[in-house]
T-cell receptor, first 115, second 112 residues
């Protein structure tokens, strides 16, 4: 009963480095998304996907790429890390359906520091 | 565009007293409203949601929330707070699209 699994939990990057945050879910959810959490700003949507092969931008997509080759996985790539990307990142998933009140489940978070 | 406001950054209550965390929303379509709780260094845990039906929704850990359409509010309540309820609480709204919009969060501190 893993739910939504994120790795790594903690990461320190140097400015300009690239990295990938991994996210996997075992609930057969169609919808997956990435949020970043910053103090006083709540959670902001970076990218989301409504199914394999389909991705779209959220509120703050610049500097991030995503792909959805399988239903289970939704990696988030930082192309060239900047200090402004220091944040806590959360992956989330839910069932997609016409009934959009489906609960979204969150991973435990990835703490990223860019120096 | 949808949005959520949590007007209080912090709420402080004594253990055993009622706890209320306020939330107002703005959405063009049908509002699907959620409350999540976050403990230090952890992910968000689902507490409760309003989809349709009764305006009073009961959730996990003794929490409940009241949906008020005329005031566009969805306040979270607990009749008797516990020290273990100290955490960061987020209100969120999801409209007919798939996106979930969060408030800035309210830090609840329950003192013994």
């Amino acid at each position: 009963n893993a739910g939504v699994t994120q790795t790594p939990k903690f990461q320190v990057l140097k400015t300009g480095q690239s990295m990938t945050l991994q996210c996997a879910q075992d609930m057969n959810h169609e919808y997956m998304s990435w949020y970043r959490q910053d103090p006083g700003m709540g959670l902001r949507l970076i990218h989301y996907s409504v199914g394999a092969g389909i991705t779209d931008q959220g509120e703050v997509p610049n500097g991030y790429n995503v792909s959805r080759s399988t239903t289970e996985d939704f990696p988030l790539r930082l192309l060239s890390a900047a200090p402004s990307q220091t944040s806590v990142y959360f992956c989330a998933s839910s069932y997609s359906s016409v009934f959009s009140g489906n609960t979204i489940y969150f991973g435990e978070g990835s703490w990223l520091t860019v120096v | 565009a949808q949005s959520v406001a949590q007007p209080e950054d912090q709420v402080n209550v004594a253990e055993g007293n009622p706890l209320t965390v306020k939330c107002t929303y703005s959405v063009s379509g049908n509002p699907y409203l959620f409350w999540y709780v976050q403990y230090p260094n952890r992910g968000l845990q689902f507490l409760l949601k309003y989809i349709t039906g009764d305006n009073l929704v009961k959730g996990s850990y003794g929490f409940e929330a009241e949906f008020n359409k005329s005031q566009t509010s969805f306040h979270l309540k607990k009749p008797s707070a516990l020290v273990s309820d100290s955490a960061l609480y987020f209100c969120a709204v999801r409209d007919n699209d798939y996106k979930l919009s969060f408030g800035a969060g309210t830090t609840v501190t329950v003192r013994a």
